[in-house]
């Protein structure tokens, strides 16, 4: 998964949480400039994955709702799918590496002695 990608899932899980949620507090979330979240929303509205809606309210004169298009459903999903392969991979690397340390660990303290601190003597 490209970093764009793991961008492009993120605005998407965002917007389908949160359909009203502005490109200030998606940026704000996502960790990001505001011209980066506007760029990702440019880039989703092109594609066809994304539309947005106005619509008024009293207290703000023009806001957005953003949804998810049918074709932004199955993109997200399948972005899911590979965020979620991508995660599992982390997993098991972290735990091969967890075991491979405690099995160098054992290795090579004294059976009784406790690891990782020296002998006050």
């Known amino acids: 998964m490209t970093p764009r990608e793991a961008a492009h899932y993120q605005v998407l899980r965002l917007i389908e949480e949160q359909p009203a949620i502005s ?8 960790g990001v400039s505001l011209g980066k979240t506007h760029y990702l929303l440019k880039a989703l509205l092109d594609k066809g994955l994304v539309k947005a809606d106005n619509f ?20 997200k999903l399948d972005l899911t799918r590979a965020f979620l392969r991508l995660k599992e991979g982390e ?6 590496e967890i075991v491979r340390l405690r099995l160098e660990l054992d290795a090579a303290a004294p059976p009784n002695a406790p690891v990782g601190r020296a002998s006050a003597r």
């Open 23 to 30: 490109q200030r507090e998606l940026a704000r979330t996502l």
């Open 56 to 75: 008024r309210r009293s207290d703000n004169k023009l806001a957005y709702a953003y949804l998810l298009t049918p074709s932004g459903i199955t993109a």
């Open 91 to 96: 997993y098991r690397a972290a735990h091969e």
